[in-house]
């Protein structure tokens, strides 16, 4: 027997063993052994809004806003909207100061409907709708970010005022990362070559156009980069190309958005983006791209989206069963899955797992999270350690689930997504319900 089990009192006062680095600041044990989130306890979250549920921690979102303003305060800060786009998001990021971009209407509307000021509003997307780009002129946004031939002419077409637009440039840059998210290298869908024909063509149409007004490039090099190194060889290159630009047509562009892309830590001992380092590489690749072209400084943004939001969520699920297979491994199934998180399906993402109801003193067992969903894929976390005690009815808690969860959510075997819950000072309110099967019949239009 523990001197914990002999007194319970002892909890209050033991070192969480919660990982600052993939946790809100604000999370804890309390009295009760419970974890607890913005002063409320997730088990209390589970009883009141069942499970799964995203919980999302509202101090923390803005903490790492003001954290982004600290580090560039030179720079425009750009909350990169499809990582978690929901309007109290939209609205607190702007609130913190930041602008939003947005890849689609829906994410427009959605940004509008916060209040958010149009002018601060950046389109991006490879493949923007007519619609979408006549919606984004009538209302007004600050720049829309051109990423095809066709997109110029459409825009030509559409804009009635002088609209700002970026161009968007592949700068040729591998950081060897998922296939799936490496978005520098020349040959992906995204922009136009830095150098090519192609990127020249463009400039030279927009330059052109009288209704359309070119102030800048814009480059996205993938995701999850913890090297910073990346960012400077991107900006020395992207001078290079704004200085061709003055040379063929005496046009000085005086922005240049480098994207986003940083890297946040999923489980303890990951690597990271050190927001002073990146500061302090971009700063010397300015002074010396510069220097090299005799080009005036441009104006700096970056666009977090996962770094300013992932660290605020943790997701909650109910254990619904111990499978112990003799020889194999063992299952814990939960009420949530692929549907809720696809990214260890589409990415291999990795995460953390832990008992949210209380704090185990017992023996520990390696276990599998499997989801409820009927695909042999639709795992959750591998090799975790829980409980040897672990028994149906608990709630577990994945940290660091904030961005791209509930907007990649599906309802995959018509199963409705969660809801989203906020926290803050001790108090849970809903940011988006449960999405019941009321709400998917009412898609239904007969036979």
Known sequence: MTLLEIFPSLRSGMPSRLDPAVWPRDTHY?????????????????????????????????????????????????????????????????QEGLSVDVCSAGELAIALSAGVDPERIILHGNGKSCDELRTAVRCGVGRIVVD????????????????????????????????????????????????????????????????????????????????????????????????RVRQDHGHILTELDLGGGHAVAYRGGDAEMNLTELSEILEDALDAGCARHHFPRPRIAVEPGRAIVARAGVTLYRVLSVKHIEGGHTYVTVDGGMSDNPRVALYGARYEVVLAN??????????????????????????????????????????????????????????GRPPVVAVRDGRARTLVRRETIDDLMAREVGV
Request: aromatic share 6%.
């Open 148 to 243: 095809s031939l066709t997109e110029i002419t459409l825009l030509s077409a559409l804009a009635t005022t002088r609209q700002r637009v970026l161009v968007r440039l592949s700068p040729g840059i591998d950081v060897h990362g998922h296939p799936a998210v490496k978005t520098g290298v020349v040959d992906q869908k995204f922009g136009f070559p830095l150098g090519s024909d192609l990127a020249a063509e463009a400039v030279e149409r927009i330059l052109r156009r009288t209704n359309l007004e070119l102030v800048g490039f814009h480059c996205h090099l993938g995701s999850q980069i913890h090297n910073p190194d990346y960012y400077g060889e991107a900006v020395r290159r992207m001078i290079g190309e704004m200085a």
């Open 358 to 415: 209380r704090h185990p003193c017992g023996p520990h067992m390696t276990a599998t999270i499997a989801g409820r969903h009927c695909e042999a894929g639709d795992v959750l976390a591998v090799d975790v350690r829980l409980p040897a005690d672990l028994r149906p009815g608990e709630i577990i808690a994945v940290p660091c689930t904030g961005a791209y969860h509930h907007s990649l959510a599906s309802t995959y075997n018509s199963v």
């Open 30 to 94: 309390d009295s009760e052994g419970r974890i607890t989130v913005g002063g409320v306890a997730l088990a209390d979250i589970a009883d009141e809004y069942g499970t799964a549920t995203y919980v999302l921690d509202e101090q923390e979102v803005r903490s790492r806003c003001r954290a982004y303003r600290r580090a560039f305060p030179q720079a425009e800060i750009i909350y990169a909207g499809k990582a978690l786009m929901i309007r109290a998001v939209a609205e607190w990021v702007s």
